[in-house]
C-alpha cells in the first residue's frame, strides 16, 4: 500500500555532514507524522527526530543543535539534516511515516528499509 524508501547515507569522516531522504509512496490519503529512527550494531533502535504535519519537531537529546529535521508535505518527503556527525552516531536509518492511506482511511505506521551512516574518527 505504502512504500518508503530512503537514500543519502553513506561513510563520512567525524565532524562532517550528510542528509538523509526518505520519500513515501503509494495509496497515501495523508501522511501525519514522519520521523527517523536509528539502530546502531547491537543496541535497540532509538527515536532521532519526528516532524508532525504542521512542522512541530522533536528530537533527541543527542543529536539536539547537531540535526534538522524536514519535510515536503507536496512531494511526501522527510530529509534529515546531520552536521557535526559523531563516531555515536553510526547505526542504521529508518524511515517511519504515520499514513492514513486510501480508499479504507486506515492509518498505521510504515517503515523503510533502512540506510547506513557510518561515522569514522
Known amino acids: 500500500q505504502v512504500q518508503l524508501v530512503e537514500s543519502g547515507g553513506g561513510l563520512v569522516q567525524a565532524g562532517g555532514s550528510l542528509r538523509l531522504s526518505c520519500a513515501a509512496s503509494?495509496?497515501?490519503?495523508?501522511?501525519?507524522?514522519m520521523g527517523w529512527y536509528r539502530q546502531a550494531p547491537g543496541k535497540q533502535r532509538e527515536l532521532v527526530a519526528t516532524?508532525?504535519?504542521?512542522?512541530?519537531?522533536n528530537y533527541v537529546d543527542s543529536v539536539k543543535g547537531r540535526f534538522t529535521i524536514s519535510r515536503d508535505n507536496v512531494k511526501n518527503t522527510v530529509y534529515l539534516q546531520m552536521n557535526s556527525l559523531k563516531p555515536e552516531d553510526t547505526a542504521v536509518y529508518y524511515c517511519?511515516?504515520?499514513?492514513?492511506?486510501?480508499?479504507?482511511?486506515?492509518?498505521?505506521?510504515?517503515w523503510g528499509k533502512g540506510t547506513l551512516v557510518t561515522v569514522s574518527s
Open positions: 503509494g495509496s497515501i490519503f495523508i501522511i501525519n507524522r
Open positions: 516532524i508532525t504535519s504542521g512542522g512541530s519537531t
Open positions: 517511519n511515516a504515520h499514513v492514513v492511506v486510501t480508499p479504507v482511511n486506515d492509518a498505521k505506521d510504515y
